[in-house]
């Protein structure tokens, strides 16, 4: 073991003395995460919607205002003689409301009356949510009787505040991509400037340079998950929401498992450019499509969705948005903790294998 932390106080000596590699290491990934923690969001507000008033009664105009109340929409003057699809070609709304003649009159009846809803059907996302919020105005204003009414609750996340769905992934972007570009970038550098060969003829074993460099690269990763959950405490307004110990556990190993993906990277492949496209994709590509970060893995394709389950990141963001969220502990996370140890392994496993063909033997 001497060795082994001979080797490790010699990776972060060098990046100490790289004022780049500290900022690379511990304040971009803060920047990502306040960032992309902030920027995305699903929720749409003030959704421009022109409306078509053909019946410009009390009731029609009350029935506007109901839409005018929501947050989602805003209404846009429009002239009533005017074809509602040039409000698309336009670009003046996403959403056109087209109330008929005699709605108030079949409103006072008690009769059944149709409206007619026109969305844009550009960016297909934002049309289901149109669709949806529109669909709980008129329920709201039109209320039918049914024999079975559900009273909805939300739980964990009632407000449905989007930061608290992508704070937690883009932390995990940020774990997932900055120790393993380090690790990477060390490894194959000595690969290219050729100063590996001192360490094939010296006396340390590929086990030994291995985990000296792991261990060095997830001291790192450690120190920038601790600065980016002080910022998801802070800012974000999270907290624990149940045992910590499976979230501790299980972001020791995912350290351990990053930077095992960065050295190996850098083991098979000695060329920094090369290296950095390949952390690109897996540790970012990978965790930003097919880890359950920007929507659930349950909606990719099945013919790409095997792939997610060899996503090491996917079972972290698991892990971290149950114990700021859910707090299901070691029941419902024991397995996603098994997956990391093992993804982890394999990277080690393989990465050592790369390194004791080419050492030589003393």
Known sequence: MRRVFAQMRKELTQIGRDRLALVLALVLPLCLLM????????????????????????????????????????????????????????NTARAVLVIPEHFGRDMARGMNTEVQL???????NTAKLVQGYASQVVSNYLPAPAPVKADIRLWFNPGRDAKKFYAPGSFVMGLSMFPALLAALAMSKEGEQKTILQVYVSSISAHEFLLGKILAFALIAMAEWFLSLIVLLTYFGLHFAGDPSVFIVATILYALCVAAFGSLVGAAIPSQAAAIQVIALGGFLL???LSGLIFPVENIPASLRWISGLVWSRYYIEIVRDALLRGGGWPAMWFNVVMIALIGGVFYALGWKKLRRMQLSV
């Open 35 to 90: 960032l992309l923690g902030s920027a995305v969001s699903l929720t749409v507000t003030g959704l421009p919607v022109v409306v078509q008033d053909l019946d410009d009664t009390p009731a029609s105009r009350d029935f506007i205002d109901a839409f005018r109340a929501s947050l989602t929409f805003h209404i846009v003057a429009w002239p009533s003689g005017r074809q509602p699809a040039d409000a698309f070609l336009t």
């Open 118 to 124: 026109l969305v844009d059907g550009t960016d297909a």
């Open 287 to 289: 965790t930003f499509l």
